[in-house]
């Protein structure tokens, strides 16, 4: 097991454009998350699966963005018409669902987007 | 809605002493994890120590502890013989166990110097 693994690590692209990024997490883990970091700050909610299940969606996550968890393994999240100000990092996280047991979320390097 | 804030963004250390990093959280629940968790700079997020909410006994890892207090909602991170290595960002992060939401809340992180 090599940890949560995200692809690509850097993504540059032209404003209007659409991008999709991908994290592959420990395999076991039940529990997929993705936020977004921006500089100096501290990681901001995105959303989050159960599974293949998309449980919980941040208000603040315009309807550019999409995730998906097709077989409950790896994830997509996708970011259509890009802006400006959706330049940031992009982490994506696993957890075990394990009641009673160790409940940290283990997270990948992250994507960082740059739109130009 | 919880909160977790950091009030600190920076704070200095010199080598081989001790330092405290503060966390505040604001929550009506009353089972929850707490977390601090370490970020490198250009390096992707550790996990430091975790800590039970219905736990009285304050969580230690070699040489970090925390100070757990439940009823003033405070968590603070005491990092004992500071080393250069420890120079990172610290988040402080809750999450929720049993109300249905399992996303990690973080704050806005430190900044931590060691100077040598």
């Known amino acids: 097991d090599t940890g949560v693994s995200q692809d690509p690590r850097h993504k540059i692209t032209k404003r209007g454009q659409n991008v999709t990024f991908r994290c592959d997490p420990i395999s076991e883990h039940n529990r997929l998350y993705w936020y977004r970091q921006t500089l100096g700050q501290g990681p901001e909610f995105l959303t989050y699966f159960q599974n293949e299940a998309q449980l919980e969606k941040s208000r603040l996550l315009s309807d550019r963005f999409s995730a998906e968890r097709p077989k409950g393994s790896f994830s997509t999240l996708e970011i259509q018409r890009t802006e400006q100000g959706d330049s940031a990092m992009y982490l994506c996280?696993?957890?075990?669902?394990?009641?009673?047991?160790?409940?940290?979320?283990?997270f990948g390097q992250g994507t960082r987007l740059t739109v130009v | 809605a919880q909160t977790v804030t950091q009030s600190q963004p920076e704070m200095s250390v010199q080598e081989a002493e001790t330092v405290t990093l503060s966390c505040t959280y604001d929550?009506?629940?009353?089972?929850?994890?707490l977390f601090w968790y370490k970020q490198p700079p250009s390096r992707q997020m550790i996990l430091v120590i975790r800590?039970?909410?219905?736990?009285?006994q304050n969580a230690t890892e070699n040489r970090f502890s925390v100070n757990f207090q439940k009823a003033a909602k405070s968590f603070s991170l005491k990092i004992s013989d500071s080393q250069l290595g420890d120079a990172a960002m610290y988040f402080c992060a809750y999450r929720s166990e049993g109300s249905g939401t399992y996303k990690y809340i973080f704050g806005t992180g430190t900044r931590l110097k060691v100077l040598a």
């Open positions: 996280a696993s957890s075990s669902l394990r009641q009673g047991g160790n409940t940290e979320a283990f």
């Open positions: 800590q039970e909410a219905y736990k009285q």
């Open positions: 929550t009506s629940e009353s089972d929850y994890y």
